[in-house]
């Protein structure tokens, strides 16, 4: 004998039907509890009528009364015992046919020792059919409908036998053909409308199933954006948050739901123009100024766009943002270079123009030097013509370092061991340092870097004179050298650094494995108001600088297609970073 098929719990194996059979299952799982737990309730009832009624007196009360006890502690121990083995049977269809068989036997039990045609329990057949059908479809309601039936007509017998009443005459007969009829109409009602539920539940299941593959779907394609993403309501309440935007802000989902947008982007409601303009179509793309949770700075580029409901009304906003930190300062690199080349190419041909006249000055002053005699009233003049010698070979300085920045040679690229170049350059700046300086030089002796020697040399000797002014008369300065592989220095810079890049031509040193060359000092550091403006031509902030030095260090890293990066921290010391390609 095989159990009756449970329509719940059919499985395909299609991932989709598979979800449905689960459900399904679940489904029929909590309906076997809810009918356990009725069949519980119900025994109470009946436990109390049978306290009330018991004892009339008539023949076989007695019997009938430890019968109808003993049908209780029937009814008390299956639903026990079905609720021990409902989390333990894998075919739920074996433990529900069992349960519809218990339940006839026991309303056969209650009418046949309450009474047969006189007993008030004849009724509880009715509900056995409807969730037959609920479990089974319309096989099973017809199938407990005979079977109902089937014990009305056996208890009917057996309250004859116990009683000594003639139940199995006409009057029984006629009896049980009415029971049987209305357990048979029940039966066809309930299987109609089970069928009915069933397809109603499919189209629900479907429904819940396509559902959730579209918010599943939602969540990846949210999850998977590059840009960060936010919504917030119509008070301007956030209500969602990517993870690309934890990310570029530093602050969790969890932490930012139910703030409003200020809160989490400061400003960003007057950047983007505020609500009322947004509901006219939102704004273009627009840049803000933002401090992470770490203390960064950074720049976020911020659009925005208005969300609306299925009635096409305006339910809040979308903020889409990116972190364009490193586009705005290449942005100012490039602003930096366009705005000097036009300057510095009419600069270069005026330095030209000086140094002509310069040159016939000084010729002019030492022909005049060497025509005065040796007469003391001469030395006056000795003096001033001395003054006006060596501010003639300072302007000539200045010229030349001027057009040497102005007008750089292109590098000599080739292979160039570090460590001796790094000793050298050290050997001759110690001569150079005061006694209270300490140079020290920690470089690989197998590290080369692709450049042009000489204004290599010539830049790390700007950094190593940048670096003694810095720390004056006592302090240390460290030369060293490091590995990449393929990257820029792993930590972002912090707020109080200063990262340049050359543009364009430093995308080769991006990508592949490069050597980075240290300058490090002990001194005062750089003013964090004075960062952006160190690479700038004649900027200084010292006395008898020309304020061309760094300018001409970042010209010559930018010529070898490498970055020069400096962090500096306010009493604390400089760091400078020089990038070049990997020689081979």
Avoid at 243 to 263: C, H, K, N, Q, Y
Wanted: negative net charge.
């Amino acid at each position: 004998m095989t159990a009756p098929r449970l329509r719940e719990v059919a499985a395909p194996a299609a991932p989709r039907d598979t979800s449905i059979a689960a459900a399904r299952g679940e489904v029929l799982r909590r309906r076997l509890v809810s009918l356990m737990v009725s069949r519980l309730g119900l025994a109470l009832a009946v436990l109390a009528l049978a306290l009330f009624l018991l004892g009339a007196g008539h023949e076989g009360a007695e019997r009938a009364e430890r019968g109808l006890y003993g049908t209780l502690a029937l009814a008390f121990g299956s639903t026990a015992l079905y609720a021990v083995l409902l989390p333990r049977v894998r075919k739920l269809a074996w433990l529900g046919a069992a349960q519809v068989v218990t339940d006839v036997a026991l309303v056969t039990s209650l009418v046949a020792f309450s009474g047969g045609v006189h007993s008030i329990f004849g009724f509880l057949y009715l509900p056995i059919p409807v969730y037959c059908a609920l479990l089974f479809g319309r096989p099973g309601a017809y199938g407990s409908a005979a079977l109902g039936a089937a014990g009305y007509a056996a208890a009917l017998l057996a309250a004859g036998s116990l009683f000594g009443t003639p139940e199995a005459g006409p009057p029984g007969l006629v009896l049980a053909g009415l029971h049987a009829g209305a357990l048979l109409l029940v039966a066809l009602l309930a299987s109609g409308l089970a069928a009915e539920l069933q397809r109603a539940g499919e189209r629900l299941d479907a429904r819940t199933v396509d559902l959730e593959a579209l918010r599943s779907l939602h969540e990846r394609t949210i999850a998977s954006l590059t840009s960060g993403l936010l919504t917030v309501d119509r008070d301007g309440q956030v209500t969602s948050f990517n993870p690309e935007a934890e990310r570029i802000t530093g602050r969790s989902a969890a932490r930012v739901a139910g703030r409003s947008l200020d809160e989490v982007l400061p400003g960003a409601a007057e950047v983007l123009g505020g609500r009322s303009e947004a509901a006219r179509g939102g704004r273009g793309r627009r840049r803000l100024a933002f401090v992470d949770a770490e203390g960064k700075e950074r720049f976020l580029g911020l659009a925005s766009s208005v969300l609306r409901d299925a009635d096409d009304e305006q339910t809040g906003l979308v903020v889409i943002f990116q972190d364009v930190t490193q586009v705005v300062a290449m942005e100012r690199e490039l602003h930096r270079n366009e705005r000097l080349a036009g300057v510095g190419q009419l600069a270069a041909g005026m330095a030209h123009e000086i140094r002509n006249p310069l040159a016939a000055i000084s010729g002019s002053v030492e022909i005049l030097e060497s025509g005065l005699d040796a007469s003391g009233e001469n030395d006056e003049r000795r003096r001033l013509m001395g003054i006006v010698l060596r501010e003639i070979e300072r302007l000539d300085g200045l010229i030349t370092d001027f057009l040497q920045y102005a007008r750089p040679t292109p590098p000599k690229l080739e292979s160039v061991l570090l460590a001796p170049l790094l000793e050298d350059l050290a050997e001759m700046a110690r001569a150079a340092l005061p006694e209270g300086v300490v140079l020290t030089v920690e470089a690989d002796a197998d590290l080369s870097a692709l450049a042009d020697a000489t204004q290599l040399r010539q830049a790390l000797w700007n950094l190593v004179t940048n670096a003694q002014q810095a720390v004056g008369e006592n302090g240390v300065i460290r030369l060293r050298t490091e590995a990449r592989e393929g990257a820029r220095p792993e930590s972002e810079p912090p707020a109080t650094s200063q990262a340049m890049a050359g543009t364009g031509r430093n995308e080769g040193v991006e990508g592949s494995p490069g050597v980075e060359i240290v300058v490090s000092d002990d001194g005062s550091g750089i003013p964090v108001e004075h960062l952006d403006r160190i690479f700038d031509p004649f900027f200084t902030t010292k006395a008898g600088g020309t304020g061309l030095g760094l300018p001409t260090v970042h010209r010559i890293v930018e010529a070898h297609g490498g970055v020069l990066q400096v962090d500096s921290e306010a009493e604390r010391g400089t760091e400078f970073r020089v990038r070049l390609l990997a020689a081979g």
